[in-house]
């Protein structure tokens, strides 16, 4: 019987079945929740049961059509949740990372978080799914940069969950549109190489950052809410070699976002 190891080396990925805390992944659907109702409720003035699944995620989609500028910034705000960065160092991930020979495991990039709907997107854009992509040309990272994925939701077909190329690993790094998150492989692939995946809540995709993969087609009205860990290896000859790259750029925005806030009177009030 092959190891986990053996395995995810021949395929580029392991799908591991009820592998992680169920409970901490509650915990982070829950807090991306919370923090979206607090958005939700200043700018379409519902008060929102997070749990209610439905009425929660067309407050979603209200939500994105009346302040988009605001849901793109609550988007973004869900990335910092301290639920999301506390699992992205769980022994527990980094003890797979370790059987899966990343000897010295670092983040690659921050832990991101998506909610995929067509609802949420532009003008019947495509930007809610990525295209065939593999991940190494956004992180250019170690040769054995390693990404972790799984959905906070039960995610089969229908949902959206994960398309996958097995094997697709060693075939090198592929021609692509763009090395950012929209276009992608431009070099000739077959449809039905993509193997589709699906989960329940508590799976996890384990993936070589050269595994070719895309994301499925969320026919539902319901959102697919994921989380992706990427991480790198330190003891990798040629990440050494190559001086450590960080091709993930974080810098602060140049320009004040609210003009002429905070007056000083505001703080003296905050701190009296
Ligand atoms: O979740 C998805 O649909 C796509 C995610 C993905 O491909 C990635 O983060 O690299």
Request: net charge positive.
């Given at each position: 019987m092959a190891t986990l190891k053996e395995e995810f080396n021949q395929n580029g990925f392991l799908l591991l079945?009820?592998?992680?805390?169920k409970e901490a992944v509650a915990g982070i659907y829950r807090e991306a929740r919370e923090i979206f109702a607090v958005q939700i409720q200043r700018a379409t003035g519902r008060t929102v049961d997070i749990e209610d699944r439905d009425a929660f995620e067309n407050a979603m989609f209200d939500f994105f059509e009346k302040d988009f500028t605001a849901f793109v910034n609550t988007g973004k705000t869900v990335q910092h949740a301290i639920s999301l960065h506390r699992f992205a160092l769980d022994e527990k991930i980094i003890s797979l990372l370790k059987e899966v020979g990343i000897e010295k495991p670092v983040i690659g990039a921050r832990p991101a978080m998506q909610f995929n709907s067509?609802?949420?997107?532009?003008?019947?854009?495509?930007?809610w799914k990525l295209d065939a992509h593999q991940d190494w040309r956004t992180?250019?990272?170690?040769?054995?940069s390693t990404v972790i994925w799984f959905p906070m939701v039960d995610a089969a077909a229908e949902i959206g969950a994960l398309q996958v190329i097995p094997?697709?690993?060693?075939?090198?790094l592929l021609e692509s549109?763009?090395?950012?998150?929209q276009g992608g492989i431009t070099a000739a692939l077959r449809e039905d190489e993509f193997v589709q995946t699906e989960f329940q809540v508590g799976d996890v995709l384990i993936f070589s950052a050269f595994l070719v993969h895309q994301s499925g087609n969320n026919?539902?009205?319901?959102i697919r809410w994921s989380v992706q860990l990427r991480y790198n290896n330190l003891a990798e000859p040629t990440f050494i070699e190559r001086g450590y790259p960080m091709a993930y750029i974080y810098k602060p925005e140049s320009e004040l976002i609210t003009p002429g806030f905070p007056t000083a009177q505001q703080l003296r009030d905050l701190y009296a």
């Open positions: 079945r009820n592998y992680l805390d067509r609802f949420l997107s532009k003008d019947g854009s495509k930007h992180g250019q990272g170690s040769l054995d094997g697709s690993h060693t075939t090198g549109s763009t090395s950012g998150y026919i539902t009205r319901n």
